[in-house]
């Protein structure tokens, strides 16, 4: 199995900033790529930024220049560092792994999502 732990959300007001950090253990061989998804109420699951083992990232066109996805050393931490943040910013923030059990098999999990609340 493969447990996602998030932390870092919270209340923050318009133009405020929060880091959002995300760590992967469990029987895990490798994790090729990690990432931010969120989910406001009454809407679907989107998202937000993605990173790979080589340093790649992508970004939904809605934070480009606010978030930055981070990656320290391409292991089994992730991080969000949100910038200048938004109203329409509040949602359940979610982790994201995708990568190999130490027994062969790919894997995709889910952290248990953390609030981010943005107030006007």
């Known amino acids: 199995q493969v447990q996602l732990v998030e932390s870092g959300g919270g209340l923050v007001q318009a133009g405020g900033s929060l880091r959002l950090s995300c760590v992967a253990s469990?029987?895990?061989?490798?994790?090729?790529?990690m990432g931010w998804y969120r989910q406001a109420p009454g809407k679907q699951r989107e998202l937000v930024a993605t990173i790979t083992s080589e340093d790649m990232a992508n970004y939904a066109d809605s934070v480009k220049g606010r978030f930055t996805i981070s990656r320290p050393n391409a292991k089994n931490t992730v991080y969000l560092q949100m910038n200048s943040l938004k109203p329409e910013d509040t949602a359940v923030y979610y982790c994201?792994?995708?990568?190999?059990?130490?027994?062969?098999?790919?894997?995709?999990?889910w952290g248990q999502g953390t609030q981010v609340t943005v107030s006007s």
């Open positions: 994201n792994a995708d990568g190999t059990f130490t027994t062969g098999p790919r894997f995709r999990s």
């Open positions: 469990g029987s895990i061989a490798s994790i090729n790529a």
